[in-house]
């Protein structure tokens, strides 16, 4: 019941296309999903968060969709950019348990 | 504002060694969790500790430990290194009144041969 199922694992996307990633969570007490960006020899970085009271949260080029009744989430990246080459990670956090549980990550490739 | 720093980024150690890592969180903020990266596990919650009270523990063995000082910064301790021990470890910092956003430092990376 602690899992976050990220996937895929890999993907490969042209220059200005739309990247998606999905995760699935089963407990239904989580109240928190951001989404983390990770490069090379770098610690993860925060990208966007949304939490389960709201559908959608878009910021610049990235957005949450959030399906509460499927426990799904996703991330959308528009006009994907070789810049966005990178490990993408989605996570869920409990309040009380101080911790996130993160799905497996997906690194995406985004081709010039 | 200053990030999340970790020292130091790289260390080799020997298996059966200890070894001790170092995580200063951004300023301001009190909690400090520590998480392993490895290409076959993801990443791992090891501990969580907020004002030098550890509040949360991951399924990880004893070998693992860590403390906060009054200053929030934290240390975590691994004793008699294993080769699986080898990743990168990483500190996040969150503070009150900013929502959950935990951020990250750049990791340490830790090789035991």
């Known amino acids: 019941q602690q899992q976050v199922k990220q996937s895929p694992q890999s993907l490969i996307v042209q220059k200005g296309g739309i990247s998606i990633i999905n995760c699935a969570y089963e407990n239904t007490a989580f109240d928190y999903f951001p989404w983390y960006q990770q490069f090379p020899g770098k610690g993860p970085a925060l990208l966007i968060a949304?939490?389960?009271?709201?559908s959608e949260k878009k910021e610049g080029r990235f957005t949450i969709s959030f399906n509460k009744s499927a426990k799904q989430f996703s991330l959308h990246i528009m006009d994907s950019q070789p810049g966005d080459s990178a490990t993408y990670f989605c996570a869920a956090f409990l309040s009380g348990t101080y911790k996130y549980i993160f799905g497996t990550g997906t690194r995406l490739k985004v081709l010039a | 504002k200053a990030g999340v720093t970790q020292t130091p980024r790289y260390l080799i150690k020997t298996r059966g060694q200890q070894v001790t890592l170092s995580c200063s969180p951004i300023?301001?903020?009190?909690?400090v969790s520590w998480y392993q990266q490895t290409p076959g596990q993801g990443l791992q919650f090891l501990f969580e500790?907020?004002?030098?009270?550890?509040?949360n523990k991951g399924n990880f063995p004893g070998r693992f430990s860590g403390r906060q000082f009054s200053n929030s910064r934290s240390e975590m301790n691994v004793s008699t290194l294993e080769l699986g021990d080898s990743a990168l470890y990483l500190c996040?910092?969150?503070?009150?009144?900013?929502?959950?956003?935990?951020?990250f430092g750049q990791g340490t990376r830790l090789t035991v041969v």
């Open positions: 300023s301001g903020h009190r909690s």
């Open positions: 500790y907020f004002s030098e009270t550890q509040r």
């Open positions: 949304i939490r389960p009271d709201v």
């Open positions: 996040a910092s969150r503070g009150l009144g900013e929502g959950t956003e935990a951020f």
